[in-house]
Nanobody, 115 residues
Framework: QVQLVESGGGLVQAGGSLRLSCVASGIIFRIHTMGWYRQAPGKQRELVATISSTMYTNYADSVKGRFAISRDNAKSTQYLQMNDLQPEDTAVYYC?????????WGQGTQVSVSS
C-alpha cells in the first residue's frame, strides 16, 4: 500500500522553528523526487522545496535561507526544517513523491504561525 504520512506540524510564534517529517511506504523511495508543497486558505497549492534522487535541492524564493529539505533513504523519510517562521508561512503542508510524471501526496499537516 502506497502511503505518505506527514508529521511535525503545529502552532508556533513568529521567529520559531518546526521540523516536518514524511515517511513513505509502498514505493522505492530512493528513486523518487521528494517534495513539500503548501496551501494556505483561499490560495492555490504552491511549491516549497524539492529534493531529487541525486540530492539536488530546489526552493521557492519565499523560503530560501529559512527552510532546508533533506532525505534519509535508509528510513524512507524526508524532512523539512523550517526556521524563522512567519505568519505568511501558515498553511497545510503536503509531502509529495514524484516519478516520471506521477505525483503521490500525503494527507497534509497544519502549520500555523502567530504574530
Amino acid at each position: 500500500q502506497v502511503q505518505l504520512v506527514e508529521s511535525g506540524g503545529g502552532l508556533v510564534q513568529a521567529g520559531g522553528s518546526l521540523r516536518l517529517s514524511c515517511v513513505a511506504s509502498g514505493i522505492i523511495f530512493r528513486i523518487h523526487t521528494m517534495g513539500w508543497y503548501r496551501q494556505a486558505p483561499g490560495k492555490q497549492r504552491e511549491l516549497v522545496a524539492t529534493i531529487s534522487s541525486t540530492m539536488y535541492t530546489n526552493y521557492a524564493d519565499s523560503v530560501k535561507g529559512r527552510f532546508a529539505i533533506s532525505r534519509d533513504n535508509a528510513k524512507s523519510t524526508q524532512y523539512l526544517q523550517m526556521n524563522d517562521l512567519q505568519p505568511e508561512d501558515t498553511a497545510v503542508y503536503y509531502c509529495s513523491a514524484q516519478l516520471t510524471g506521477l505525483t503521490l501526496w500525503g494527507q497534509g499537516t497544519q502549520v500555523s504561525v502567530s504574530s
